[in-house]
C-alpha cells in the first residue's frame, strides 16, 4: 500500500522510489531510494510561513551551484516547474514540501579528522564563504536566528535550563567575556550570508576531502567568520589539541579567502559562544522534547570541550591562529621590563613570587594564564575562593556600582541582605557583623573589641601566626615580629608554642599548658589565632589544646578571637569554619581574603555582648566597609558556594589529595608530613640525610619547577619547607591528579641530585 509521501513524489515528481525515514532537528527529513541508491531528500517543513525563506535558501544553494570540487544539495523542481509545495500527509498534518539531490558520501563526522582533511575542510569553507560574499537576500539578511552567534547575549533566558550549577557558571562566563570582548567591537566584523551550521553532521566528505555540505535551514546574515568558527567548534571536539586542529582549519580557509586579524583575535571566545548556544539549546529542547536522543549527540563533548576551553589562554589561541595563518603574533613584553618599571615606583618590600616572576594577564576559575598564553592550574590563591574571574561575582559587582556605592550612614538593602546571609553561617551566640575591607582591619578591630570589652591589654597569640599588616596587626604576629626585619615581641603579647609539627615536637601538653598559665600574670584581654596556621605551615591544633587555651583565657576574664582569613567560608571541608574542627565557639571571628573573591571586604562577628559594650558614643566608621558594592559581592559568593556545593567539594577533592600525597610519602623520605583539611593542606618537607632538618631549600626548588610545569604553589613555615595546597575551590579530580603526577615527578628528578637526593626519575622539562 502507498501512503501519502509516495503518491506525492510519484504525481508532482515522476519519482518512484522506497522512503527511509533521516534524523531531523527542525525538518522531517526522508531519504530516496531509487534501484536500491539512495538519490534524493524530500523534506517536510512543518512551519508553513517559512516559503519566503525556503524559497531563499534554494536562491543561495543555486547560486553556489555546483562545481568539480564540491556539491551543494541541488532543489528538484516537479513536473509542473515548482519547487516547494503544500503536502497534506495521510494523518491530514500539512507541510511545505521539496525534493532535494542526494549527495553521496559519508559525514565529516565519521571521517577521521587528520590533518589534511581539516586543511580541506577549511578550504571548503572558504571557497563557500567566498562565493556567498557578494550575494544578497533581504529575507536571510532580515532574519533573527536563535543560532547566530553575535546574539549570544540574548542566552541569558537559557541559564535556567541549565540544572548544573557548575556547568551553569560556564555559560555565564563565556557570555560575560562575550559581552566584554565582542560586543563593543562588533560592527567592525566582517558580515555576510553563511551557511552557520557547518557541523560535522552536516559536511560530506570522502576521508581526504570533503565533498560537500548539507542543511541550509541554519543561513544568517552574520560575521563571516563565524561559518569557520561553527567548523572548528565540531572539529574541535572529543580532541586532546584542539588548538591545533583548528589551526589546520584556518590554514586552509585562509589560503582560500583571508582571514582578517581581529576575527583571529576573537575565535576563541566566538568558538566559546558556538558550543554554548550548542549546550544551552541541548538543555532547552531537552526539556520540550525529553525522548528526543538527536537532540544530544554532540551534548558531552561540548561540555568536555568548554571545560578544557577555560584552561586555553585566549591570547595562546588568537597567537596560535595568527601564526596557522601566516600573520604576526601579539606583542609579548619581557619580565625584565616590567620589574625595572616596578622597581621605580614601589618598595622592594613587596616580594615577588618564584625565580622569575610571573608576568600574569588573565584569569578563569582555577587556571590562570601569563603573557605568554602560559596556562597556570592556581593550586595557591585562596582569595580567588570560588575561581578567578567567577561571572556571577563578577556581574554582582558591575551591576550594584552601576546602580549605586555608597557607606553604612545611609539605609540600603544589601547591608541587611548579607549581613544576614553572613550571620546564618554561626551559631546564634555571634550575630553582629563589623564590615571592613581586609582581614588586617578585622583584626585590627577584633582587638580593639577584645580590649574594650575586658578593658584589659595584653594577648595571648599563636607562635608563627599572622593576622595583619597594621600597627597592631604586626605586634599580634609573631610571623613578623620574630621573623627577618622584626624587632620581636612587645612587652604585652604573650606567644604560645605550637602543639608540634614533625620538627617542632619539642613541647609536651604540660609544658604547654604551663606556659599558658604564666601569661596570666598579666591582664589578658583575649587570645588570637588560626583554627589552623597557615603561615606557620598548615600547623592543625588538637581540639584538647584549642579548647584548654579557650576555657583558660576565658576563666581569666578574656576573649577568644578565631582568625578565619585563611580557612574559612567552607575551606576546610567538613566544617563551613575551621574553628568547628575543634568544636569551640569562638567571641570573636576575624574574615577576610575569600570573603570577597578578589574584592577587597573583611569583618568581624562577635556577640551581642561584646558589640554592645563598643557602643560607648564614638562612632565605627569605615568609609568602604559593608558599602553596597561589596555587599552585592559577599552575597554572590556565598551564594556561589552553596550552589556549587563547593564545601563538599574541597571535603572529597581535599581528602584525595592528601591521599595521594601520603602514597608519594610511603616511596618519597624527605615528605615528613601531609597535614591539613579539605582544601588547606600542607606538605612538610625534611632533608632525607638528616630528617630533623627542614629542606627548605628543596621546597623552593619544587615549587619552581612545578611552576615550569605550569601548576603554582607556595611555601610557608618559620622554615620555609611546607608546600602549601588552598586552591580555588572549583579546583577538581582531575587537576589534583595532575598535580600528584607532576608532583612525584619533580620530588624525584634529578634536578634535586645536587642536593643529595636520589633521582630516579629525569627533570621535567
Ligand atoms: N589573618 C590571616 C590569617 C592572614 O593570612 C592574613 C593575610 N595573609 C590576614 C589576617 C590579613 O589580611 P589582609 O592581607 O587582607 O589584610
Redesign the pocket.
Known sequence: MTDSKQRFIQSNYNIFAEIQQLEGHVDRNFLLIVDKEPKYVLKLTTDLTSKPFLKAQHHIIEHLGNNDRFAFPQIQTGSDGKSIYLFTDDDGAQYLARILKYIPGKFLAESLKSNDLLYAFGQFLATMDKSLADIHSLEIMTRHYEWDLQHFQEYQDYLEHISNPAKRKLIQYFLLLFKENILPIRHHFRKSIIHNDANDWNVISDEKNILGIIDFGDLVYSYTINEAVIGAAYIALDSDDPLTRISSLLQGYHDQFPIVDMELENFYYLLATRLCMSVCQTAYMKKKRPDDKYLSIHEQPVWALLDKWISISPDLAANTFRKACGLKAGPIKSEDSFIEHRKRHISATLSLSYEKPILMERGAFQYMFDRDGKTYLDCVNNIMHVGHCHPRVVEAGQRQMAILNTNTRYLYEALNQYAEKLLNKFPVSLSKVFFVN????A?DLAIRLARNYTDKYDLIVLDHG????TTL?IEISPYKFKGRGGKGPAPYIHTASLPGTSLSAEHSEEELYAEIDNFFEHPVAGFIG?PIV??GGQVMLSEAYITTIYEKVRSKGGVCIA?E??TGFGRVGSNFWAYELYDVVPDIV?L??PMGNGHPI?AVVTTDEIASAFENGMEFFSSFGGNPVSCQIGKSVLEVIEEEALQEKAFITGNYLMDGFRDIQKEQKMIAEVRGAGLFIGIELVKISNPGLPATEEAKKIINLMKQEGILLSTDGPDNNVIKIKPPMCFNMHNADRVLSEFRKTAFCSCLKTMRYWATRSCPK
Do not use: A, F, L, P
Not at 581586609?438 to 582591619?441: C, E, H, L, V
Not at 599572622?466 to 599588616?469: M, S, T
Open positions: 581586609s582581614g588586617s582591619s583584626s599572622y593576622h595583619g599588616n596587626g588560626e597557615g603561615c582568625d582569613v585563611q576575624v577576610g581574603k573583611g
